[in-house]
T-cell receptor, first 114, second 114 residues
Framework: ETGVTQSPTHLIKTRGQQVTLRCSSQSGHNTVSWYQQALGQGPQFIFQYYREEENGRGNFPPRFSGLQFPNYSSELNVNALELDDSALYLC?????????????FGSGTRLTVV | AQSVTQLGSHVSVSEGALVLLRCNYSSSVPPYLFWYVQYPNQGLQLLLKYTSAATLVKGINGFEAEFKKSETSFHLTKPSAHMSDAAEYFCAVSGMEYGNKLVFGAGTILRVKS
């Protein structure tokens, strides 16, 4: 089975720009979550999608938005980038909510905002 | 309120020595509990999970953890450390009380000395 794949692996953006990060979920998983991991910190929950609907959101502003597609892949969009958005962005997929099955994480996208 | 507390941001052990990484959670009902490992510049890999079955959970790479409800703890142990165990370890909780998302501790960096 294929795991969770994220693209790109690294990118550099300028403050004020917009960015789209992509995630392909593990085969058979219908739930995708996104996490932000700042340097030296634990991952922070951004939001979760289940069957193309957002079903949970963390304490992030509306300029963080997402989509889930019929094949359960997902995008994370961040508008008006700020320097503090520099972080590792992790995508995780799971089956039906994941809390009792566990989450499979991708290797992440390292975003640097300059 | 802090949901997950990992005691010790850095732990150093000698190769062959016992590894003990501490995790305490705050929850009114037993949550689902997870330990993840993160190697430099990589995503998170699931080591083990507690989902209300056996309180002693065995994971990959010789790690295990014991759920102790009376102490609200889920400490991670390994009898004999190997150089390849050097990484950052995250304890996480999930469940209905957490909105079906993973809530992570701040992480513990494990150093293994030769």
């Amino acid at each position: 089975e294929t795991g969770v794949t994220q693209s790109p692996t690294h990118l550099i953006k300028t403050r004020g720009q917009q960015v789209t990060l992509r995630c392909s979920s593990q085969s058979g998983h219908n739930t995708v979550s996104w996490y932000q991991q700042a340097l030296g910190q634990g991952p922070q929950f951004i939001f979760q999608y289940y069957r193309e609907e957002e079903n949970g959101r963390g304490n992030f502003p509306p300029r963080f938005s997402g989509l889930q597609f019929p094949n359960y892949s997902s995008e994370l969009n961040v508008n008006a980038l700020e320097l503090d958005d520099s972080a590792l962005y992790l995508c995780a997929s799971s089956s039906s909510g994941g809390h009792n099955y566990g989450y499979t994480f991708g290797s992440g996208t390292r975003l640097t905002v300059v | 309120a802090q949901s997950v507390t990992q005691l010790g941001s850095h732990v150093s052990v000698s190769e062959g020595a016992l590894v003990l990484l501490r995790c305490n959670y705050s929850s009114s009902v037993p949550p689902y509990l997870f330990w993840y490992v993160q190697y430099p510049n990589q995503g998170l890999q699931l080591l083990l999970k507690y989902t209300s079955a056996a309180t002693l959970v065995k994971g990959i790479n010789g790690f295990e953890a014991e759920f102790k409800k009376s102490e609200t703890s889920f400490h991670l142990t390994k009898p004999s450390a190997h150089m390849s165990d050097a990484a950052e370890y995250f304890c996480a909780v999930s469940g209905m009380e957490y909105g079906n998302k993973l809530v992570f501790g701040a992480g513990t960096i494990l150093r293994v000395k030769s």
